[in-house]
């Protein structure tokens, strides 16, 4: 198994910023991908960002430009840094890891809020 444990999030302005942080554990070798999803009330949890271990990023349409998503493989931590931020941007964000075998694994989850 693996651990996620998230931080970061909060109350934002619209046009502010905010950075996310996810630091894996327990069995981070088994881990090829990971990112991060959201979930807004009354919708499904859809795709962000994700990081192979090789590096190859893969961002939602909606937020490419202002989202970036780095990884450092030897601390086993992703990072989300969220520019301009818009009030459809809130949401529960959810870590993810995604091992070798397809499986993903999820984090805590926390609170992004963007006022207008």
């Known amino acids: 198994q693996v651990q996620l444990v998230q931080s970061g999030g909060g109350l934002v302005q619209a046009g502010g910023s905010l950075r996310l942080s996810c630091a894996a554990s327990?069995?981070?070798?088994?881990?090829?991908?990971m990112g991060w999803f959201r979930q807004a009330p009354g919708n499904q949890r859809d795709l962000v960002a994700t990081?192979?271990?090789?590096?190859?990023?893969n961002y939602a349409d909606t937020v490419k430009g202002r989202f970036t998503i780095s990884r450092d493989n030897a601390q086993n931590t992703v990072y989300l840094e969220m520019n301009n931020l818009k009030p459809e941007d809130t949401a529960v964000y959810y870590c993810?890891?995604?091992?070798?075998?397809?499986?993903?694994?999820w984090g805590q989850g926390t609170q992004v809020t963007v006022s207008s």
């Open positions: 993810s890891a995604q091992f070798w075998s397809g499986s993903y694994h």
């Open positions: 990081q192979s271990r090789g590096g190859a990023t």
């Open positions: 327990g069995s981070t070798f088994r881990v090829n991908t």
